[in-house]
Structure formats: structure tokens, C-alpha cells
């Protein structure tokens, strides 16, 4: 009869957690291992190496265009609906519908022919009166950023001169300068100048003070900080007060040849003398022409900016 140390003494002992895994199970492990899924491509992977829908730029470009065009069939609508159930019918030349307008003015070369005179005299305006605006703008916000105490002095000139209204400045400018082609530029420079002072002088100091005291320990001059520093920090706002800017020049432009009869006659020129003659279908045309000129300025510069810093701040086209 076996006696019970016996039988505990030939039953084996149960394994504990600390054993130690033989060697040639590691090298066989190490040499042969276990296969594994691959692991999923990311999503910007796959976005580059997916090939573009054919219809995507389509969407895109309805997308752009889309609320442009509802937009102007809003104020078409609106327009008939004023002209149809608001006004009398012999108060109805006041506001003459838009097939009205086009089908006696498109047509009729001794109306369309000077009006488009007049608007490619306002678009040489507008355009020379941004580009100094732009010049000067920039400029003087550069010569503000050296210094605070340039900035203090210099900001109120701004200031004083956005918020004179440029209604009194237009006739002191008129016996000042003349009414030529020069006057008309003044004016448009004073309209399109503080947007550009504004917003470049707000980019100019947006940088971070990290990258500025980077700058300092690396003794960067003082035209390097403001190259390779400051201006590029500013160009989202340089281009947002450019397209406010555009956008004013043409105002500009058009106050100018409203006030200054002399010479050959603007845009602004032709809309006063229809107005006083009543011609309301001539007027209304000369209108549409002008909201479109000021349309495809401020598009032209809302396309640049995203043409050169859209995809920098993620404003590119899709």
C-alpha cells in the first residue's frame, strides 16, 4: 500500500508564472514571426493616391457660381416685382423692367457707345487710384511697424482722413487740383487708402513673439524681420484689405466723375445727366454696367488671393 507522501512526491508540480522560456523558443520565435494584416492607409494616403473624380470640379465650380447666380435672380426678381405690383402704372417709368432696359439700350449705338467710353475712362480711374492706394498704403503701415511711437504718430492721419466725408473733400479737390484726370484719381486714392493701411498694418504685427525672438537670437536686421518675417505673416491681411480696396476705388471713381463735369465724361458723369434728364432707361443700363465692372474687380482679387496664400490657410478651390 503506497503511502500518501508517495503519491504527492511523483505528482508533478503545477507551473508557475516566473518559468523561464527556454532559448530555443525564443530563437525560434524571433526567426519565424507570426504574420500580421497590414495596417489600413491613412486618410490623407488615400486621398493623394485616389484619382480625382471627373465630376468634382464641376460641383466645385457650381458651388462658386451657384449663389452668384440665385443672387442676381433675387434682385431680378425683386426688381419685376416692384416694378409690376408696387408702382402704379403711370408711375411705372421709374423703374422700367429689365427686358425694357436692355432691349432699348443694347441695341441702340448712340446710348451704348459713349456709356462704354465713359465706363473704360472710370475703369483707367479706378485702376491707377488702386495701384497708388496699394503703394501708399503698404508703405506708410511699414514705416508705423518700425517703431511705437511712429505708429502713434502717424495712425491718427489715417484716421482723420477716412472719417472726413469725401463729399466735402471732392470740391476743395475740384478747385484745388482742376477737374481733370488727375482730381478724379486723388479721390479715388482717398476712398481705397485706409483699408490698406488698416489691414496691413494689423498683419505687419501678427506675427508671434516665439518667431520674433527667434529672429532676435539668430540677430536678424531689421529688414530681414520685416522680409522674411513680418511680411509673410501679413499677406492674408494685405489681400483682404486689397479686395475692400478694389472694391472702393471704383466707388472713388465714380464719385470723381459724378462731380467733375469737365472734360470727357466718366461713368459717374453719364449716370448724373440721365438722372437730370430722366432718361431712366439709359440710367438703369449704366448701372448694371457699373455693378458688374465692381463685381469683376473685387473677383479678380478674391481669385489672387486664393490663387497665392488660399492653400496656405486652407482657402483653395477644391
Known sequence: ??????NQAATPAAPTQNRTVPQEAIVTSTA????TAPAPPSATAAARTAPARPGGRGRAAAATVGPLVAAVAGIVGVWYVVTYLVLSPERRF??????Q???????????MGPMLDALWQTVGVALCGLAIAVVIGIGYAVVMVQTGWLERMLYPYAVILQTIPILALTPLIGIWMGYGFGARIVVCV??????????TLFGLQSASAAAHDLFTLNRATRSQRLAKLQFPAALPSIFTGLRNAAGLSVIGAIVGDFFFQQGSPGIGGLLRTYTLRLNMDALFMAIILTALFGVVVFSVFAALDRAVIG???GRGAA
Open 94 to 99: 421709374l423703374l422700367p423692367p429689365l427686358h
Open 101 to 111: 432696359v436692355l432691349g432699348t439700350t443694347l441695341g441702340n449705338p448712340n446710348v
Open 311 to 313: 492653400r496656405w490657410y
Open 1 to 6: 500500500m503506497t503511502s500518501p507522501a508517495v
Open 190 to 199: 482717398i476712398i481705397a487708402l485706409f483699408p490698406m493701411i488698416a489691414n
Open 32 to 35: 519565424t514571426p507570426r504574420a
